[in-house]
């Protein structure tokens, strides 16, 4: 709210328009549609249907306005006592009239009407009703609205506790909540994006206008958001005069103004939510909201992430309901509402209106009902007194005026039929009206303000909170910093403007300011009416003031208590409307002040944003990145089964022709790689150049063992451990030249490695002449693996390069020309047991690698493997993985503490001796055989001395990693067992409490084939 | 048995399909794949930042950027990559640079090939920094992120450097973007979806 009516509303109604004539219904469905005036196209009708009844509205009409202007005034119910109600607001703040909009896939619940945008063909529908709005089943609610007061959950369903699940939770969730969302997924696009500003401006009424248009002029950047789709804020409702002119042609001017400047962007329906660190504000773009289905290509709403070096806020303020008996019913609207359906959207919402209030504002509405040509019936003053501009009105037309307070409203589910007044001298009488329009003052928008923990001050001059600390680099300025003459909004605007622009480094020289006249702002607070019947202070929750009583009475008098157990305020309006009503009662209940009974904390999102613009791009098979290996379509193009490691996509075996279980396929590959040969795409391993002088010294500190003695030309086994002496990751690392190694790591800890790597170079010993690049995405790394690995070998390599033992030892590792003219890297390691070797070429040669090893391979019966069959060759061979190294393992948990040099440092060293890391009694890895030959092992079983009952006294360990291995014919497992060094060959029990079994199995020694290693020698 | 062929594969050549796509009939981002690429960093040897920017000033012409920026010489750019260390951009060409620039930086810097460990994609046209704008935090204003700026940030979570270049033809801005090439194919998804809404050129 900004400025008083001067002149005329921005709607184009001229004095000829005035005649009573006007409230005549224009034709159609329209039958409260004036004749003329109000932002809206009369030549662009548009049909819409609610509830299946076809109606008819305008261009520039929200679905509010359009139901306004067709006499609507049933269009919900409410949350728990399914009460009709109407329309109250004409803003985002709106309580009551929630609608489910559109339908099928794009169905949305609890859109406000008084947001929604009206386009041809709209189809909304009202929700929480059956069978129809008008007769609701669950309107008996209502009648058992005893048990249905504040904390009734507790109190009422309490016993039996079984009877919640599966009776209780169900049965409230159907009578109570609102809308249904859709059953399938939302068939639209939602995006997100960035903008910067050295000024961002909340709000396009007057204040924020005059702020954007002196940042702008000067030069700063400057972004305005605007919720609304036009710019003017309560000018579009209330009008003015600015500089001179209407309030309407002055914002059309500004708005032009501020098109023309290049560094200024105007942003609206967009609505922001959040402020967060750093000077960054969340906001909600609608970009097609307002359409039916979004054109081709074209997002829903756009989620936008502003950064900004100041912030403006000139958020307004939200008219204040008053707490009586029957203030619910349809037809009971906000002061400041009704004037906005008659002057912007030239719709009236009634015929005969009442009007309540406690301050001056109020009174304007008479002047805008009557130029309308509806009828005031009664205007009700709480504060006893006509204000002083208002006098010659009254006197001159005969304006029926009460002292008092409306203490109930007649009517039904077709809304409002008249008032009940109580004078100050307890004398109830009643009026005829079809519409009251209430004022009870106004709330500054402190919202934003306080999303960092700030708190709202108390001024008792206009009865409402104010901002208190406001976010770093954030200023709130006009009415929702409780200024709400106009002439003084569009000065503070202006200054907040200069003074933001000039914070960001531009000058000062901005002009002045527009101007307009400062009228006064007179109320003397009135919350709550006291009177017999149901008043209710949060409308979309259903919180009446007598919930509010009874939560004092039941201590709960905290206002953080308040609104748990009543709920109040903890609707989707976050109680825009409700919050400070219902903590004034609490502080009358109390004897207290407002401002000791306090406000709860505020927190975005200021107004509803779905999911969907939050996730943005970012769902189905995009829910985030992947990463895919060199020879990837190569293996689609095979078939391959993918699985997801990490963010890779990895093949994890090749079905072939008549194979009908993934059993069948792994175990295929694995038996082929035993007898003959098979490859696999390594190259998700995490792969790290080191160089420099110092290289080998960096090594020797962080892994266990030592790096700077391995000659050039070959490759070691290599395990790391962390600060506390826990196994952080293992890999093969080759030296090859004086001054470079090259790491290879795990595909999980590639990313923590080369961190913990940087870490040390650059924090602990920046004196090492190290320099790190990750080259994982560099090198297409596959394994070679089988005893005739050899040979392909030989079919792809230059006749010249010797890969016999001696040409070629065991852990290996140089460079080797391939037939064809490229060069390769060729490390002679092994996963799988067999003879072995990886080979890295150039990613760009990842596919036609894997096409020659097939074709070098198909003498020999070569396949490719996947990751399963990987891994069933490694638990065969009883190297440890993922599961083992599972960030509580110590090397010595895994057999590899014989690594741990005594010759040097290395990090973890001292932490590992910790008596609890070094304690004889640790679980171990060992081999775990089940003794029935066909029995399944799965890990995660728990491994129990055998007679003993399972329980944690009796738990000594687990199964970790499973396979069915075709080379023994059985499924084998490795585990961590307590001291199982010492028990080979003990039967344990092996209890599986997730899947009901419970066997018998042998612990032995985890390397099941090949033990003294000849095959990977060979 | 004979030669084995290689054929190099591009990481884009499932992702991008050259064509134009999305809405509008003039595309208002174009998205190019610069391919066989030279890619190298170059990571000073301790104490040997300087010796390193004399060697690049005399095999380049170019000093190269000591903060973040790019610099741009004949058919080279240099990147800034972080304290010390640069990333060398050019043509492929014959392969005979990448020995030039091994042998030149020999116990001054340590090299690192990265030829194919990233993909350079570029984007231009009228409406690519609000493509841009959905997948970058960064302030692409002219004032902020001129011609030679550079930079090493995120996309969807991801590692990359970009870099702007003298504009396009036509006068709109032209950006390069190196990703690392596992992430290719699902990084070039997203800017492509960006665009889509602009129309797209994609080569």
Known sequence: MSGY???????????????????????????????????????????????????????????????????????????????????????????????????????????????????????ANSQNRWPSLRRDFMAVNSLLSPIFVAGFYYKTFM?????????????????????????????????????????????????????????????????????????????????????????????????????????????KRTSLFGVYDGGTYGALERVNDHVPVPGPHQVRQRLWRIIARRSVVAAGSIER??????????????????????????????????????????????????????????????????PVEYQSVVKASGLRVLSGCVSDVKGGVDGVRGVVV????????????????????????????????????????????????????????????GTFALGECLRDGHAAGVSAAVDCGFAEDAGSAAEAGDEGYAISPLWQVQAKGKAFVDFQHDVTASDVTLAQREGYESVEHLKRYTTLGMATDQGKTSNINGLAIMAATTGRSIPETGTTIYRSPYSPVAIGAFAGHNRDENFHAWRLAPSHHWAAARGAVFVDVGLWKRAQWYPQPGETDWLQSVSREVTTVRNGVGFCDVSTLGKVDVRGADAGTFLDRVYINAFSSLAVGKARYGLMLREDGIVMDDGTTSRLAEDHYFMTTTTA?????????EFCRQVLWPELDVQLSSATDQWAQFSIAGPRTRELLQALCDPAEDLSNEGFPFMGAREVKLRGGIKARLFRISFSGEMAF?????????NAMAENLMIAGKPFGVVPYGTEALSVMRIEKGHVAGPELNGTTTADDLGLGKMMSKKKDF?????????????????????????????RLRSGAHVVPKGEKPGPDTDHGYVTSVCFSPTLNQWLGLGLVTRGRERFGEIVRIYDPLRSEDYEAEICSPVFYDPEGVRQRG | MGDFSWTSQSPLQKALVPGVHGAGSVPGVELTEIRNILLVQVMARRGNAAAAARI???????????????????????????????LVFAPQGDGSLMERIADAFAGIASLSDQSDGRCLIRISGARAAQAMAKFLSLDLDDGVFPVGAAATTSLDHTAINIWREADAAGETPLYNLAVFTSFADSLYRVIADSSLEYGLRSS
Not at chain 1, 198 to 213: E, K
Not at chain 1, 214 to 242: F, H, K, N, S, Y
Not at chain 1, 749 to 757: D, E, R, S, T, Y
Not at chain 1, 838 to 844: D, K, N
């Open chain 2, 56 to 86: 690049a000033k005399k095999l380049f012409g170019i000093e190269p950027p000591s903060r973040p920026g790019a610099v741009f010489g004949k058919g080279v750019a240099l990147v800034w990559s972080g304290p010390d260390q640069f």
């Open chain 1, 5 to 123: 009516i001067e002149s005329q509303p921005l709607g184009r109604t001229s004095a000829k328009d005035d005649a009573a004539g006007n409230t005549q219904a224009t034709g159609g469905t329209q039958s409260h549609r004036l004749r003329a005036g109000g932002l809206i196209d009369r030549q662009a009708p548009l049909g819409f249907t609610f509830d299946g009844k076809a109606m008819t509205g305008y261009a520039g009409d929200t679905l509010a306005s359009a139901l306004v202007a067709n006499g609507v005034k049933l269009v919900a119910r409410s949350f728990k006592y399914h009460r009709p109600r109407g329309i109250m607001t004409a803003g985002s703040e709106e309580p009551s009239a929630l609608v489910e909009m559109r339908t099928g896939a794009r169905r949305e619940p609890n859109t406000r009407a008084t947001t929604q945008e009206l386009y041809d063909g709209l189809v």
């Open chain 1, 321 to 386: 309901p008053i707490v009586f008996p029957g203030n619910d019913r349809p037809g009971v609207m906000m002061a400041s509402a009704v004037r906005t359906y008659v002057n912007r959207f030239a719709a009236l919402p009634g015929r005969q209106v009442a009007l309540f209030t406690n301050n001056d504002d109020g009174w304007r509405t008479v002047e805008a009902i009557r130029r309308a040509g509806g009828e005031v019936s009664v205007v009700v003053d709480s504060r006893g007194q006509v």
């Open chain 1, 422 to 481: 109580t004078g100050a001298d307890g004398r109830r009488q009643e009026v005829a009206a079809d519409c009251l329009a209430v004022s009870g003052g106004w709330n500054p928008n402190v919202g934003l303000s306080c999303f960092h923990r700030g708190r709202p001050a108390w001024r008792d001059d206009i009865a409402a909170f104010v901002p208190g600390d406001c976010p770093p680099g954030m200023r709130m300025v006009g009415a929702a910093e």
């Open chain 1, 749 to 757: 800890k590639a990313g923590p490695v080369m961190q913990h790597l």
């Open chain 1, 907 to 935: 990090i973890g060293r001292i932490m590992a001796g910790r008596e609890a890391l070094a304690a004889p009694d640790r679980q171990v890895v060992v081999g775990i055989k089940p003794l029935d030959r066909h029995r």
């Open chain 1, 838 to 846: 990886e080979i890295s070429v150039p990613a760009r040669f990842g």
């Open chain 1, 159 to 267: 016993w039996p506790a079984k009877f919640w699940e599966k009776i209780y939770e169900p049965m409230i969730r159907r009578a109570a909540g609102l809308g249904k969302s859709a059953e399938q997924p939302d068939p639209d696009h939602y995006d997100k994006a960035w903008a910067h500003c050295d000024v961002l401006v909340v709000g396009a009424g007057p204040t924020g206008l005059s702020a954007a248009l002196a940042a702008g002029r000067i030069g700063a950047r400057v972004i305005v958001v605007e919720e609304d789709t036009q710019l003017g804020g309560r000018l579009l409702g209330d009008g003015g005069e600015i500089d001179g002119m209407q309030a309407g042609e002055w914002v059309r001017r500004a708005e032009t103004e501020l098109e023309a400047l290049p560094n200024v962007r105007v942003m």
